[in-house]
């Protein structure tokens, strides 16, 4: 592929690089030949040090803060790619402490932009959004243009800091690139607490053979993506000037029912019983209904597509953490 020989040698900054998306990434980047550079606290919850242990003094781990404006100036020097996937974590947790989920993110990404803005790099920045941006859904698919209403303290932090990033590529140049994913899932995800990645703690019950607890009726529809399509979209856009001051909706483009997905991994795992529950409130306060992404724009613009159906993601999922026990 052009695009591997594209990214062989590029210098990439991944903030937050021991969490999911960011350790996926890192593995991504640096068996393509690329010069991976990982910020990161190391003491995150959803960060694991054995996220990195196949790569281990293979790419550079800086600890740091991304609200730390020093840290941040020093570590986008000399950088071709930047992702800045530093975040803390958590809709529903949001609410807990909604000024440091400004700090990080939100504040902290105009801390970034500003840091390149007075530079002289010229690295091109990648934001990963969220679907929850969009809050409740009118219409069946939800493409790039379908009104914002967040519903959460993060979704809120989310879409500002998007408009930073798009906003500082119209007036200042920063090349940047926005996705808004929708439910990624696959290997070096949390798997032992329900607040962020739903999925991948359905898994790990379904493989401790516990109930897996789903709220309401569980008929309202997701857009589950491997994490492996997710990295192809972000390995691409690296090589395409086109992606440039964009915003992608990226997603499977395919929905499938929350109780529906539970069974399929029930079915696969061989293990793990669906508990049907009532909403609790602060769940239920942030529930979008149904969504599912119209991935026309990505697929149009950088010729991207998903690669693996829910089911393959599952089974490969089941195995990457079956051969780690």
């Not at 790569?55 to 800045?84: H, L, S, T």
Request: aromatic share 10%.
């Amino acid at each position: 592929m052009a695009s591997e020989k594209f990214v062989k040698g590029k210098r990439v900054l991944v903030t937050g690089g021991l969490g999911f998306l960011g350790s996926n990434l890192v593995h991504r980047l640096h068996g393509l030949g690329a010069e991976v550079t990982v910020f990161d606290l190391q003491q995150k919850i959803d960060s694991s040090l054995d996220n990195l242990k196949p790569v281990e003094g293979k790419v550079e781990i800086v600890a740091g803060d991304i609200r730390d404006e020093e840290k941040i100036r020093q570590a986008v020097e000399g950088k071709d790619f930047i992702f800045n996937f530093a975040a803390n974590i958590g809709h529903v947790k949001s609410f807990d402490d909604p000024l440091l989920n400004l700090e990080v993110n939100c504040a902290s990404h105009l801390k970034l932009l500003e840091a390149l803005r007075k530079s002289s790099s010229d690295a091109t920045v990648f934001f990963p959004g969220s679907r929850m941006q969009f809050g409740l859904p009118a219409s069946k698919k939800v493409g790039e243009k379908h009104t914002q209403n967040p519903l959460s303290i993060e979704a809120i932090h989310k879409m500002a800091a998007e408009k930073y990033y798009l906003l500082y590529y119209r007036n200042h140049g920063i090349k940047s690139v926005v996705f808004r994913l929708s439910n990624p899932f696959g290997p070096r995800a949390p798997m032992k607490e329900g607040t962020h990645c739903i999925l991948n703690w359905f898994l790990g019950k379904a493989l401790n053979d516990e109930e897996i607890t789903v709220f309401g009726s569980g008929k309202q529809l997701r857009d589950y993506i491997f994490v492996d399509d997710v990295m192809d979209a972000f390995v691409i856009a690296m090589t395409e000037d086109k992606a440039l001051g964009q915003d992608f909706n990226l997603g499977s483009g395919q929905g499938i029912s929350v109780v529906d997905a539970v069974e399929k991994i029930v079915s696969i795992a061989g293990k793990g019983r669906i508990k049907k529950v009532p909403w609790p409130k602060d769940w239920q306060s942030i529930e979008t209904g149904s969504y599912v992404s119209d991935i026309s724009k990505i697929k149009n613009v950088l010729g991207w597509k998903p690669r693996h159906s829910f089911e393959e993601g599952i089974r490969k999922t089941i195995e990457f953490y079956s051969q780690r026990q």
